[in-house]
């Protein structure tokens, strides 16, 4: 059974500091991942995704994929109190069928910016 | 391009119905996935459809059962309801044709109350 493991926090930061949000895996065969955002009463809304080993800048946000180490990251430059939300890493490897695909989810990080 | 649909988005039953929800993906996705959220278990696979074929399946009991129709619109029918089954029940859609992963995209979720 594959898993995804995240720090559940809950994180505090500062407005204008890096929030750094972390998950690690256990299936070597796991290729990308994906990160969502989801506020609170609200579904999850994909922010990045990250296919091969590395970092992927987007805006503020920077995904890291360290397939090595089996460790991937999102790390929220200059936060802002609008980023509170929970954050969710996401494996889609799909296991079974090989045209399959079902995330698999960590557990959320609930992110919080102070003014 | 609208995004993905779900209706209805409250529901409350009583144990022992049976439930109907529908998802309706963005247009041109023909994989469409289902999830349960819950504060113990957090987001948990329920089942992939893709032309109309069940393409993977979650550990779910078999209470819980979906389709797809030929325009890639899904439902998802849950039977005998239990307490347990009041959750946050998601449908995300990509476009996924074959291997490799494909972003998921979610909709706004049907809130689900069994009393």
């Known amino acids: 059974q594959k898993e995804v493991e995240q720090n559940s926090g809950p994180l505090s930061v500062p407005e204008g500091a890096i929030a750094s949000l972390n998950c690690t895996y256990s299936?070597?065969?796991?290729?990308?991942f994906f990160w969502y955002r989801q506020y609170s009463g609200k579904s999850p809304e994909l922010i990045m995704s990250?296919?091969?080993?590395g970092d992927k800048e987007d805006g503020r946000f920077t995904a890291q994929l360290n397939k090595a180490s089996q460790y991937v990251s999102l790390l929220i430059r200059d936060s802002q109190p609008s980023d509170s939300a929970t954050y969710l890493c996401?494996?889609?490897?799909?296991?079974?069928?090989?045209?399959?695909?079902?995330?698999?989810f960590g557990s959320g990080t609930q992110l919080t910016v102070l003014p | 391009k609208a995004g993905v649909t779900q209706t209805p988005r409250y529901l409350i039953k009583t144990r022992g119905q049976q439930v109907t929800l529908s998802c309706s993906p963005i247009?041109?996705?023909?994989?469409v996935s289902w999830y349960q959220q819950t504060p113990g278990q957090g987001l948990q696979f329920l089942f992939e459809?893709?032309?109309?074929?069940?393409?993977n399946k979650g550990n779910f009991p078999g209470r819980f059962s979906g389709r797809q129709f030929s325009n890639s619109r899904s439902e998802m029918n849950v039977s005998t309801l239990e307490l347990g089954d009041s959750a946050l029940y998601l449908c995300?859609?990509?476009?996924?044709?074959?291997?490799?992963?494909?972003?998921?995209?979610f909709g706004p979720g049907t809130r689900l109350t069994v009393t």
């Open positions: 990250i296919y091969s080993n």
């Open positions: 459809y893709f032309s109309e074929t069940q393409r």
């Open positions: 299936d070597r065969g796991s290729q990308s």
């Open positions: 995300a859609s990509s476009w996924s044709s074959g291997q490799g992963s494909y972003e998921q995209y």
């Open positions: 247009s041109g996705h023909r994989s």
């Open positions: 996401a494996d889609p490897y799909g296991r079974s069928s090989g045209s399959a695909r079902q995330l698999t």
